[in-house]
């Protein structure tokens, strides 16, 4: 009921319980201020997977991922990092790469979403919740995705045996059976560090002390290469996180080791950003108290036009923010993303300053108090 003629909606089960969802593709047919608005699958990388790559089913509420690299090993054979999928190689839209998935959960999650009433409240408790029911009446290779998602728990040294318990349980099902393909895990965690072990490398993740990650000499050596301006970034601001997912197999003995991986920095708040500029927009509409959704990219390669954000507290349509990069010198390639009604800003950092965003509409007075209850 976010418009006067109203929005079709219908009722899912969610484990033991049931929820009011959106219909499939009527995200953007609700207002801009509505828990169930979602801007046009257009407006990010969605509009290239959306019915090909995730396909969902109103009767039953699954959602129905395709894949582009596996979730299982078999025995004894080397597993080659893939080559595409991430940054450096831009995939096709009828699978979802390893950073497209984490963008679809993070678009699932709600964690592109921002409003100044969430400030210091998305902690990675609230993240990870998010997280894991977004994951939720997903499939992915004929399994359940929430089963094969590991998100670490907030680490507490009071409860560290237990949070171990519950990790080492859920791995369970990905130790190595004799004869038979090694199912894979995937992990999403905030990365610590990414750094030489003893034996090889290790990624250490956030929450997870007490058990690193290991890597192999050639995909560690890859990283700089496929992740140059993600891991410049982070090496620069301080106050950039990075988070990483990646599929990894368990040994007999319970280590980890990861097969492949993509990284996402994201800002205090967890909202993505893909560069110096874009951090500098998002901080600036946080700042300036905006309500906004930040552009993912899923498969689009870095040359393709992408609004970093689209405002949700403005009158009428909501603008899509772009910032051009070499290749996109004005809003004619930046219109051919979103419909050519919507209101589009443009910054150009290579030759002018940040202008102001599109204003909020300036709130109507409240008429007197009449005194009467």
């Keep these: 009921m976010c418009l006067v ?6 009722v899912a089960r969610l484990g033991h319980g049931y929820i009011v969802k959106r219909m499939p593709d009527t995200g953007s047919h609700h207002a801009p201020d509505c828990p169930s608005y979602d801007p046009p699958a257009e407006f990010s990388g969605l509009g290239q997977v959306l019915g090909s790559a995730i396909t969902e089913d109103p009767a039953t509420g699954e959602t ?3 894949l582009d690299f596996p979730l299982t090993k078999m025995p004894g054979r080397a597993q080659m990092p893939p080559a595409g999928g991430d940054d450096s190689v831009a995939s096709d839209g009828t699978k979802l790469s390893l950073r497209g998935l984490l963008h679809y959960l993070w678009d699932q999650a709600e964690l592109t979403r921002w409003h100044p009433g969430f400030a210091g409240k998305r902690t990675w408790a609230t993240v990870r919740r998010h997280l894991l029911q977004s994951a939720e009446l997903k499939l992915a290779r004929g399994d359940a995705l929430r089963a094969r998602l590991y998100v670490p728990e907030p680490f507490s040294i009071d409860q560290r ?5 519950r990790r080492l349980a859920h791995w369970q099902h990905a130790l190595p059976v004799p004869g038979k393909p090694q199912h894979l895990m995937l992990l999403i965690g905030e990365v610590k560090e990414i750094v030489p072990a003893r034996y090889g490398f290790k990624a250490v993740v956030k929450h997870v002390p007490d058990q690193a990650f290991a890597l192999d000499e050639q995909l560690y050596g890859q990283l700089g290469r496929r992740f140059e301006s993600e891991l410049a970034l982070w090496g620069a601001a301080e106050d950039v996180q990075m988070v990483m997912i990646a599929t990894f197999s368990v040994s007999a003995a319970g280590v980890p080791t990861i097969v492949e991986l993509s990284l996402m920095p994201v800002t205090r708040q967890w909202l993505p950003v893909e560069g110096v500029f874009e951090k500098q927009l998002i901080e600036r509409l946080v700042a300036d108290g905006r309500s906004f959704v930040k552009g993912l990219r899923y498969n689009l390669g870095a040359g393709s036009a992408l609004a970093s954000a689209m405002l949700t507290d403005c009158d009428g349509a909501s603008p899509l923010l772009f910032i051009a990069h070499p290749g996109i010198e004005d809003t004619t390639q930046c219109r051919e993303v979103c419909d050519a009604s919507l ?12 202008p102001s965003p599109p204003p909020r509409p300036t709130p109507h007075p409240k008429p007197p108090e009449s005194g009467v209850e």
């Design 64 to 66: 129905t991922l395709k």
């Design 5 to 10: 003629e109203g929005v079709e909606m219908y």
């Design 161 to 165: 045996d237990a949070i171990n318990a």
């Design 343 to 354: 209101t589009v800003w443009l910054w150009n950092p290579s030759s002018e300053a940040m």
